[in-house]
C-alpha cells in the first residue's frame, strides 16, 4: 500500500516536472533539433560526396580485387574508405583508378557526363586538321618539302588515353590521313618506377628537340620549319617503336633538369634506316628550365641522334653509313599570371647540325628556325618565323624561308590559322604560299606536355 | 650500342645511388591552389609543409603545367586537388611526368577535396560543349562557403593522420580549433551580411555560387555568355536589360578577367564593378582562409551600401 501512494505521488510530479521544465527547456531543444538537422544534414554531403567518388571510379563487377581501369569524364578518386597503406610505394591495387582525362594544352576538352556508362572507356578523341592552300609552291626536285594540295584533310588524329592500372597509363594517336593510317604514337608509360624514374615503351615520337615533339594540332604554324624537313625527317620526324627513360636530376635550387635516354628500333622516315636488328638508334636528351620571374621562364635543351641512314654502297647495297643529329633549343615564354587568359609571348629557336655519312663523301649540314608568338586578346596570336637550313644529303644546298601566322580560337576547341610563307630555295626558286587550316577537336584529349 | 644487359644494369646502379625518398619527419604537401593550402595549413601547423601550385590571383582553370611545379611534386608526400575537373587541363600531366608513386591518381597520397563539400549546380541530362566548359561534375567553385571550408578541412586533416598516424590527434585537435574559430567567425560574417540579405549581384564567370547561397545573394546573371566563353555584345546587352529590369546594383569580377566589358555594363546601368577574390592570395594582404572571407565581405559591404 506504502509503495503503491508513494508510485502514485511520483508519478504525479511527474507531468507536473515536466511541465516546469518545458517552458526553458523550448529554446534548447530547437536548438538539438536543429543540430540535429544540421548533424543529417553534414551526413547527406558526406555520402553525396562518396556516392560522386564511387561513380568516378566505377569499380567494376569483378575481378573485384583487379584495379579497374579508368573511369571516364571524372576526377579521380580514391575511394572514402580508410587506406591502409602508408608506405609511399604501396598503392593499394584495390584502390579505384581513375581516369585522367586532361585536357588543356591548346586544345583542351572535357569528358562526357555519363561517366558511369562509360566507366571503362579510355578518353577517346579526335582531332581533325584541314588545311587549304594557295600560291605556287614551286618545289625543286632535291628540295624536302611537301607541297600541301590546294584543298586537303590533311590529318585526323584520334586519341584514346587511360589509365592502365595503378602502375602505368597507355595513349594511343593514330593519324588517318586522306588515304593511309599511321601509328603515330601508341605507348605505356609507367609512372610508378622506384627511384622517380618514368618509362615508356611503345611507338612514340623521340625527344630530339622541341617540333620533333610536337603532334600537328599542337605546333604554332601550319606546316614545319624547313629545318624540320630537312635534317629530322619532317612530319613525321624521328618517331619510331622503342623504350624511353627519364628522370628529374638533383640540381641547384629552383633549376629544373631532366634526362631523357630512348633506344628505337631505327626506322624513322629519311633520316634513319635499319637493315639489321643492331642498327637501333638512340636519342638522348637533356632538358634545363629555370623560372626568370613568375611570369617568364626559360627552357634549353641538348638532344644527341644516332643511327643507321639509307646511303648504298656502289652496288645498291646498304653500307653501315651513320648518321648523327645533333641539337640545341631554345624557348622564352611570358605570360603575366594576372592576365594569363589574354596575353603571352612564346619565342622558340631550334639549331640542329648533322653529319651524314655516305658516299662519296660525308655530308655536314646545319640549320636553324626562330620564332616568336605573341598572344594579343583572349582569342588571337600573331607569330612570325624564320628559317634557314642545309640538306643533310646536299650539305652546300641551303634553303631560307620566312612565315607570318595570324590565328583565332573561335572557342578552346577549335582554331583558324592563316599562314603566309615565303620560300627561297638552293636551286634559286622563290615560292609564295598562303595556308588556312581548320583544327577542331572532339572528345577528351590529353593535354600535352608543357 | 647500349645492349639490354647494360641498359638494365644501368636502372639498378641508377637505382641504388639516388636512395628513394628519405622518410621525411614533416610531410611535404602540394595543392592545386591556394585554398586548398590554406585550409591545409590550418588543421596541418608545423608539422607540415605545403605549397600550392596556381596563385590566388591566377586562373585555375588555365595554369601552365611548368617543369618547375615537377621539383614540388616529386618530393610530394600528397597532393591536395580541388577537383571537379577544375585542373583537367594542366595536372594531368604533371602527375604523369612526376615520377612520383606516392600521388598518382588512386594512390594514398592523392586527395580529391571535392569529395567533403556540398557540390552545387551538378548538371542534369546530357552536357555537350554547346553549353560551354561546363563542368560535368558539378561547379569546383565549392571553396567559397566557410561550410565547405570547414568540411575540407576534416577531410584533409582526416587523411593527414592517416599519412602520419603519431601526429593524428594533433591533427585532430588542431581541426576541432578550426572547426571553432570558423564558427565564431561566420557568426560575425553572417552577421554583417543579414541586411543584404537577396540582393542581386552579376558576376563575371560562375565562381559565385557557393558564397551566394551561404551568405543570400541572388546571382542573376553572369558577364560570360557561358561558362568560360568570352562576353558577346548580344549577350552583353541582354544583360544590362536584365540587371535594369532586376534593379541589380553590383557587379563582381574575378581579378584574372579583363575590366573593359564589366566596366561599360556598369556605366549602363549605373552598377558598381568591384574586383572580388575568390582566392586565398588574391591580394597580398589575404594570406588565410579567414582574410579571403573579411575581405570579400568587406568587398561587398561597400558596394551595396
Known amino acids: ?450 | 650500342m647500349l645492349t639490354t644487359k647494360q641498359f638494365v644494369l644501368g636502372v639498378i646502379a641508377a637505382a641504388l645511388l639516388l636512395p628513394p625518398w628519405a622518410a621525411a619527419k614533416k610531410l611535404s604537401i602540394v595543392t592545386a591552389t591556394t585554398d586548398m593550402a590554406a585550409l591545409t595549413q590550418e588543421v596541418g601547423g608545423d608539422r607540415i609543409s605545403v605549397d600550392a601550385i596556381a596563385k590566388g590571383y591566377q586562373d585555375p582553370h588555365f595554369v601552365e603545367a611548368k617543369p618547375s611545379f615537377l621539383l614540388k611534386l616529386r618530393q610530394a608526400d600528397l597532393l591536395i586537388v580541388v577537383g571537379l575537373q577544375l585542373e583537367i587541363g594542366w595536372l594531368p600531366p604533371l602527375i604523369t611526368q612526376s615520377g612520383n608513386p606516392r600521388i598518382q591518381v588512386g594512390a594514398a597520397g592523392y586527395l580529391d577535396a571535392s569529395q567533403f563539400a556540398e557540390i552545387l549546380e551538378i548538371p542534369q541530362g546530357v552536357v555537350t560543349r554547346a553549353m560551354g566548359d561546363v563542368h560535368p561534375l558539378g561547379n569546383p567553385h565549392y571553396w567559397l562557403d566557410p561550410d565547405n571550408g570547414r568540411r575540407v578541412a576534416k577531410g584533409i586533416a582526416a587523411k593527414l593522420g592517416e599519412l602520419d598516424p603519431p601526429d593524428s590527434s594533433y591533427f585532430q585537435e588542431r581541426f576541432q580549433d578550426f572547426d571553432k574559430r570558423v564558427s565564431a567567425a561566420e557568426q560575425k560574417w553572417d552577421a554583417e551580411m543579414a541586411p543584404y540579405r537577396g540582393r542581386k549581384v552579376v558576376t563575371y564567370h560562375n565562381s559565385f555560387t557557393n558564397f551566394a547561397k551561404h551568405f543570400h545573394l541572388d546571382v542573376i546573371g553572369y558577364v560570360e555568355p557561358r561558362p568560360g566563353i568570352p562576353p558577346t555584345p548580344s549577350h552583353t546587352l541582354d544583360l544590362i536589360g536584365l540587371m535594369k529590369r532586376e534593379n541589380c546594383k553590383l557587379v563582381l569580377v574575378e581579378p584574372y578577367f579583363d575590366l573593359k566589358t564589366p566596366n561599360s555594363i556598369g556605366s549602363a546601368t549605373g552598377a558598381k564593378v568591384l574586383v572580388y577574390l575568390p582566392s586565398v592570395g588574391g591580394e597580398k594582404q589575404v594570406t588565410n582562409y579567414f582574410e579571403l572571407f573579411d575581405y570579400d565581405i568587406d568587398l561587398l559591404k561597400k558596394g551595396f551600401q
Open chain 1, 1 to 450: 500500500m506504502k509503495k503503491a501512494v508513494i508510485a502514485v505521488t511520483v508519478l504525479c510530479w511527474v507531468p507536473l516536472w515536466g511541465q516546469q521544465a518545458n517552458a526553458p527547456d523550448l529554446a534548447a531543444q530547437n536548438t538539438a533539433l536543429e543540430q540535429r538537422v544540421r548533424d543529417l544534414e553534414e551526413r547527406l554531403i558526406a555520402v553525396e560526396g562518396k556516392i560522386r567518388m564511387l561513380q568516378s571510379t566505377q569499380a567494376p563487377a569483378q575481378p573485384a580485387a583487379e584495379a579497374q581501369p579508368a573511369a571516364s569524364a571524372a576526377e579521380p578518386v580514391p575511394p572514402a574508405q580508410p587506406q591502409v597503406p602508408v608506405e609511399p610505394a604501396a598503392t593499394s591495387p584495390i584502390q579505384g583508378q581513375s581516369p585522367v582525362v586532361n585536357t588543356g594544352g591548346n586544345l583542351p576538352n572535357y569528358g562526357g557526363a555519363s561517366s558511369a556508362a562509360k566507366a571503362l572507356n579510355p578518353d577517346i578523341s579526335v582531332i581533325g586538321d584541314f588545311i587549304g592552300a594557295a600560291g605556287n609552291s614551286n618545289v625543286p626536285p632535291l628540295a624536302t618539302q611537301q607541297p600541301f594540295p590546294s584543298l586537303q584533310m590533311h590529318e585526323s588524329e584520334l586519341g584514346a588515353q587511360a589509365i592502365i592500372d595503378p602502375y602505368a597509363r597507355g595513349d594511343f594517336f593514330i593519324s588517318f590521313g586522306e588515304e593511309g593510317v599511321n601509328l603515330e604514337e601508341g605507348y605505356i608509360t609507367f609512372t610508378a618506377l622506384p627511384a622517380g624514374f618514368v618509362a615508356k615503351v611503345g611507338k612514340m615520337r623521340s625527344a630530339f628537340g622541341k617540333v620533333n615533339m610536337m603532334h600537328n594540332h599542337v605546333l604554332p604554324w601550319v606546316d614545319r620549319p624547313l629545318v624540320t624537313t630537312n635534317l629530322v625527317g619532317g612530319e613525321d620526324g624521328i618517331d619510331d617503336a622503342g623504350f624511353s627513360l627519364e628522370r628529374i636530376l638533383p640540381a641547384p635550387k629552383g633549376i629544373f633538369l631532366e634526362a631523357t635516354g630512348q633506344v628505337f628500333r631505327g626506322d624513322s622516315g629519311d633520316v634513319f634506316r635499319a637493315e639489321s636488328r643492331s642498327d637501333v638508334s638512340t636519342v638522348d636528351h637533356l632538358r634545363g628550365y629555370k623560372d626568370i620571374t613568375e611570369s617568364t621562364n626559360l627552357d634549353l635543351g641538348f638532344s644527341y641522334a644516332r643511327g643507321h641512314n639509307d646511303a648504298t654502297l656502289s652496288d645498291g647495297s646498304f653500307g653501315e653509313f651513320v648518321t648523327q643529329l645533333f641539337g640545341i633549343d631554345a624557348t622564352v615564354r611570358w605570360k603575366p599570371l594576372r592576365r594569363s587568359i589574354y596575353h603571352s609571348f612564346v619565342g622558340r629557336g631550334e639549331f640542329i647540325w648533322s653529319q651524314r655519312e655516305q658516299l662519296p663523301s660525308d655530308q655536314h649540314a646545319f640549320g636553324f628556325y626562330t620564332s616568336g608568338d605573341y598572344q594579343f586578346g583572349r582569342r588571337w596570336f600573331a607569330g612570325a618565323r624564320f628559317d634557314y637550313s642545309d640538306r643533310s644529303r646536299y650539305g652546300n644546298l641551303t634553303d631560307k624561308g620566312v612565315a607570318a601566322t595570324l590565328t583565332y580560337w573561335p572557342s578552346e576547341f577549335s582554331q583558324v590559322r592563316g599562314e603566309y610563307r615565303f620560300t627561297h630555295y638552293a636551286e634559286n626558286r622563290d615560292s609564295h604560299e598562303v595556308f588556312m587550316q581548320l583544327i577542331f577537336s572532339l572528345g577528351a584529349h590529353g593535354a600535352h606536355p608543357f
